[in-house]
């Protein structure tokens, strides 16, 4: 069977396949945004949407990212390949595909994406946090030494903590040695905690967050077991 890559910017029918058949079954609801809410960032234009399909046109995996063109970062949002398709080199390939599409597209621009701390258990559906940080790490990424937690999808009580923050591409312009400016990051965080929990909160971890943006020498990356 022969697959193909296909982009989409505006809502359409491979777009709710996309959503429905695969990202409900790979991602808990609490780190998965609406249906709507997806639909309306292709709609407005600062999301796009990668989708790997078969000959009859079915996706096998996908990958939707948005642009916060403020501060000029690209997040991969979702990323997942149908538990049949998984372990073929499917993803890998479409990662890889993707962040060189919007570095291109987006330079200059750092590319970040936001996973599960490999420390979590488990899930049958949802995939193993490690494996996971072991494919992102094989694809270049690099993880953020900063305490992320997914913005709360409808306010701060909702939050996901235990994330971790990964830099899949850094333009020269944003890397210092092996650490990544955080000024373009905090700006990121700050747009994305406004949009989702509806303000920037002053709670502690919220403050803590947004420090480890500001310190000299930029943020530092590297893999995760050398943070541990
Ligand atoms: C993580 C994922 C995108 C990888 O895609 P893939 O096509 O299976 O990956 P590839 O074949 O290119 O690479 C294989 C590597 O992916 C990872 N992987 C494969 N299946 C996985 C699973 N069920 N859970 C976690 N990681 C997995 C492993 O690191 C694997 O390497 P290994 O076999 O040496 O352990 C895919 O497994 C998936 O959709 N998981 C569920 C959703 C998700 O975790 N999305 C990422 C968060 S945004």
Same mark, same amino acid.
């Given at each position: ?73 690209? $997040? ?57 940080? %072991? ?8 993880? $953020? ?33 092996? %650490? ?49």
């Amino acid at each position: 069977m022969g697959f193909s890559t296909v982009e989409r910017t505006a809502p359409d029918a491979l777009f709710t396949a996309v959503y429905r058949d695969l990202f409900e079954h790979a991602f808990p609801p609490e780190e998965l945004d609406g249906e709507d809410v997806l639909a309306a960032a292709l709609e407005r234009g600062s999301a796009n949407l990668f989708a790997v399909v078969d000959d009859a046109g079915t996706p096998v995996a996908a990958a939707f990212g948005e642009w916060s063109a403020a501060s000029r970062v690209q $997040l991969l949002t979702y990323l997942a390949v149908g538990p049949a398709a998984r372990g073929g080199g499917i993803g890998g390939r479409l990662l890889r595909d993707a962040v060189n599409v919007w570095s291109v597209r987006r330079n200059p621009c750092i590319v970040v994406a936001e996973i599960e701390d490999p420390g979590a258990p488990a899930h049958d559906a949802h995939g193993d946090p490690r494996r996971r940080l %072991a494919f992102y790490e094989a694809a270049g990424a690099r993880v $953020l030494d900063v305490p992320y937690f997914q913005p709360g999808i409808g306010g701060p009580d909702r939050r996901v903590h235990g994330m971790l923050l990964l830099v899949l591409h850094a333009a020269p312009e944003f890397t210092i040695g092996d %650490a990544v400016a955080g000024a373009p990051l905090r700006a990121f965080v700050e747009e994305y905690l406004a949009e989702v929990e509806g303000a920037v909160g002053s709670d502690g971890n919220a403050r803590a967050l947004l420090d480890a943006f500001d310190r000299p020498g930029g943020v530092p990356a590297g893999k995760w077991r050398a943070q541990q």
